[in-house]
């Protein structure tokens, strides 16, 4: 069925990142199957939210688990969790504007485009630190009697001298305060699927559904420490409270669940294996243009393991880069910077669009007389 070309939508290649503004990441079809079969019956949403909870914290080696509308979702709902500790009479406060005032902790280091969901939890966000470095003294001085929690934002893009995880939870272990990392595009490695919250000890880890798990762009995940996992549960949906407007479908649950289990059982080095393919054949074809540097670099736009290609232009026209790109058909959408560089990536690709990723950047160039 033709349904985008039937409202007019161009379909693009996606060599930039899994970004929602893109669609998210594609499904498998064995993804859709499941979300196909999940439609045509009736369940308890109760029991179903209970049970693939179950299963995704086995398959990810944690305790609990909890199916959300996305990572956005994810943060506001582990929040409320931690501000209620799942009591349905702070619950009714908190509805009622009569809760007591609640802070979330961040390094400023930390600030992300999406901590907002933070306020949609009826908290404040409290900065520690500069943009450069965060001393332990500053997070401990910040603690108090109005503390919800801290959140800690993972990924190697971000400032390294900011504290680190181990260090944050030591911390909050001797004030009693939970932790909660936002993990959202932290795939690959599989591992840190368990790492934050087995490993390094915070207390819940969210994850993006629609990202590299490549479940339903409406999806996210809370994993962590059961007691925390049932907080949450009280809060959400089917339950008609707080996050009631944060309500997952059968149908997605059945998506992500088999996306999960799809991504457990994944051979992670082949695919390593083909992105690394691709992107080598894209540097030695680009590094031919002798007016633009080509670089292979190891790390995504998010700090995983993924690598990807850089290239550098000798003046500050990325965003006419994108622009001579978004005129041709297909689009092929590039992360760029504002200055001088575009970044292009193999594991947004769909079979076949490797060869017209560089076809279309060699015509965009060209319009720029490069
Ligand atoms: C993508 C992202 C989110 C939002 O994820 P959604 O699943 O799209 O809601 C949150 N935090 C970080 C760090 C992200 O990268």
Same mark, same amino acid.
């Given at each position: ?5 039937? !409202?007019?939508?161009?379909? /693009? ?7 929602? @503004? ?26 179903? $939210? ?6 995704? @914290? ?12 996305? %990572?956005?979702?994810?943060? %506001? ?14 619950? $009714?406060?908190?509805?009622?504007? =009569?809760?007591?005032?609640? *802070? ?6 930390? /600030? ?10 009826? +908290? =404040?966000?409290?900065?520690?630190? &500069? ?8 997070? *401990? ?6 503390? =919800? ?10 400032? #390294?001298?900011?504290? +680190? !995880? ?32 087995? *490993? ?11 990202? #590299?798990?490549?479940?339903?762009? +409406? #999806? ?37 669940? =088999?996306?999960?289990? $799809? ?6 080095? @082949? *695919? ?37 290609? %850089?290239?550098?232009?000798? +003046? ?7 622009? %001579?790109?978004?005129? !041709? ?10 200055? &001088? ?30």
């Amino acid at each position: 069925m033709a349904f985008y070309e039937s !409202l007019g939508v161009s379909k /693009r290649i996606n060599a930039a990142a899994y970004y929602t @503004a893109l669609g998210g990441s594609i499904m498998s079809a064995d993804v859709t199957a499941a979300m196909n079969d999940a439609s045509k019956s009736f369940i308890s949403m109760h029991d179903l $939210q209970l049970k693939a909870g179950k299963k995704i @914290a086995k398959l990810t080696k944690n305790e609990g688990a909890y199916i959300t509308t996305g %990572a956005g979702a994810a943060i %506001a709902l582990s929040i409320l969790a931690f501000r209620t500790k799942g009591d349905i009479n702070e619950i $009714q406060r908190i509805i009622d504007g =009569t809760a007591g005032p609640s *802070e979330v902790i961040i390094q400023t280091g930390h /600030r992300i485009p999406y901590d907002p969901a933070i306020r949609l939890a009826g +908290s =404040t966000i409290v900065t520690v630190g &500069n943009a450069i470095q965060t001393f332990e003294y500053e997070l *401990e001085s910040a603690i108090n009697s109005k503390t =919800t929690a801290i959140f800690y934002v993972a990924g190697a893009h971000l400032a #390294t001298p900011t504290l +680190s !995880l181990e260090n944050v939870v030591s911390i909050a272990l001797k004030y009693k305060v939970p932790v909660v990392v936002d993990a959202a595009a932290q795939l690959p490695p599989l591992s840190n699927l368990w790492h934050f919250t087995k *490993e390094c000890g915070a207390d819940l880890v969210i994850f993006s559904g629609g990202k #590299t798990l490549k479940g339903p762009a +409406s #999806t996210g995940l809370i994993l962590g420490k059961s007691a925390w996992i049932e907080a949450v549960r009280t809060n959400g949906a089917p339950f008609q409270r707080l996050a009631r407007a944060f309500k997952v479908g059968k149908e997605e649950i059945a998506g992500i669940v =088999t996306a999960v289990e $799809q991504y457990v059982n994944l051979d992670h080095a @082949a *695919e390593f294996d083909g992105w690394e393919r691709v992107i080598n054949a894209w540097v030695n074809e680009l590094s031919i243009i002798p007016k633009i540097k080509v670089l292979k670099e190891d790390l995504n736009e998010a700090g995983q393991p993924i690598p990807r290609v %850089a290239i550098h232009f000798s +003046s500050d026209i990325a965003l006419e880069a994108v622009a %001579a790109l978004q005129e !041709l058909d297909p689009i092929v959408e590039v992360v760029h910077n504002f200055r &001088n560089t575009i970044w292009l990536s193999a594991d947004g690709l769909q079979k076949g669009e490797e060869k017209v990723v560089t076809e279309q950047v060699k015509k965009a160039l060209a319009k720029l007389n490069l």
